[in-house]
């Protein structure tokens, strides 16, 4: 089974920057595809960016297009998500997740592995 562990977020004033990390721990299995849903209060979950660990091909949701970036490891092994411009709407509870498809992050079908979360508030 696969672990992710997560690290980065905080807190930034409006335009500010984070970075997000997250690191696989143990098999590989089920982690063909990687990346990031966030959650705020009394909003669904969006599905904001993801990668093909493979191929490197990614995914992101209009709303952060432009703003947010991620990439991974040369081992493969870690996906960063590096948020710049951030905005109030950002403030949410940020997850890691990977799953073996990537279309997870746009169907109605959840990842099926994720980490703890890590909130990232953006205050003007």
């Known amino acids: 089974q696969v672990k992710l562990v997560e690290s980065g977020g905080g807190s930034v004033q409006t335009g500010g920057s984070l970075r997000l990390s997250c690191a696989a721990v143990?098999?590989?299995?089920?982690?063909?595809?990687m990346g990031w849903f966030r959650q705020a209060p009394g909003k669904e979950r969006e599905g904001v960016a993801a990668i093909s660990i493979g191929s490197g091909s990614t995914y992101y949701a209009d709303s952060v297009k432009g703003r947010f970036t991620i990439s991974r490891d040369n081992a493969k092994t870690t996906v960063y998500l590096e948020m710049n411009s951030l905005k109030a709407e950002d403030t949410a509870t940020y997850y890691c997740?990977?799953?073996?498809?990537?279309?997870?992050?746009?169907?109605?079908?959840?990842?099926?592995?994720w980490g703890q979360g890590t909130q990232v508030t953006v205050s003007s």
């Open positions: 997740a990977a799953d073996s498809y990537c279309s997870r992050w746009t169907s109605a079908e959840s990842p099926m592995v």
């Open positions: 143990a098999y590989t299995y089920r982690r063909n595809c």
